[in-house]
């Protein structure tokens, strides 16, 4: 499909396409499959990152000489969507150890496939943030698209929502695009199409299962 400014999709490399290969077998073990995930979270947080303004800064190197460089202009915070959500948090510690963390947890009914909202914790300043919103699955879009309406009720503006997202649906990125249109999104890979049961094709299953292991 043909992706609007707003879907920010990894360059396709040989080596993101192996990672993915490894990933979406389904004989992938479970240590193979959290390994190889995790890298890619990595590339996509440092993807979300670079969305983020900055201001001009300036320093002196060690040999005297002047660095015209740049620093992070906006303060930050990140809300996984318990539960897949969670297993982008150990790689963000990594590249931003103390940032603020809020939580939703919205989960799919297994029959409907209608999102429902059980829980919610925010950081109070968060109107004033850019909000990273870790969602590795986005299917119909239902719950990414509440996750938002969450963050919205709570003063964020959507253009400083950024959701950091694994595998995406052509359907729910035009539903996202239609409702959410300022909303960034950074995914490693767009699908072909979602099939009778919401589930993406190729797909990769059920990523909070299998990165848990509760299958
Ligand atoms: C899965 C997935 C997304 C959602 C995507 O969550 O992790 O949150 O479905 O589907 P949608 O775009 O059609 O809403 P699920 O409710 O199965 O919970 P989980 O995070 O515990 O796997």
Redesign the pocket.
């Known amino acids: 499909m043909t992706t609007g400014h707003n879907v920010h999709l990894l360059p396709q490399t040989d080596q993101l396409r192996a990672m993915h290969t490894i990933i979406r077998d389904k004989d992938c073990s479970r240590a193979d499959f959290v390994f190889y995930a995790r890298r890619v979270i990595r590339l996509l947080l440092e993807h979300g990152l670079n969305l983020l303004p900055f201001t001009e800064k300036k320093v002196t190197t060690p040999v005297g000489a002047t660095y015209p460089g740049l620093e992070f202009a906006s303060k930050i915070c990140a809300v996984p969507?318990?539960?897949?959500?969670e297993a982008m948090e150990s790689e963000l510690r990594d590249v931003c150890p103390g940032i603020r963390l809020g939580k939703i947890l919205?989960?799919?009914d297994k029959r409907t496939?209608q999102?429902h909202l059980y829980y919610k914790h925010l950081p109070d300043d968060i109107a004033q943030r850019h909000v990273l919103l870790l969602?590795?699955?986005?299917?119909?879009?239902?719950?990414?698209l509440a996750a938002v309406d969450v963050l919205a009720e709570a003063g964020v503006r959507e253009d400083r929502i950024i959701m950091i997202n694994f595998l995406s649906?052509p359907e729910?990125l035009r539903r996202i695009a239609a409702e959410r249109p300022r909303l960034r999104i950074v995914t490693s890979a767009i699908e072909d199409q979602l099939n009778e049961h919401?589930f993406m094709i190729p797909g990769i299953g059920?990523?909070?299962?299998r990165f848990f292991g509760t299958i």
């Open positions: 969507v318990i539960r897949a959500g919205i989960q799919r496939k999102p969602e590795p699955m986005l299917a119909t879009a239902g719950s990414a649906s729910g919401a059920d990523f909070g299962d």
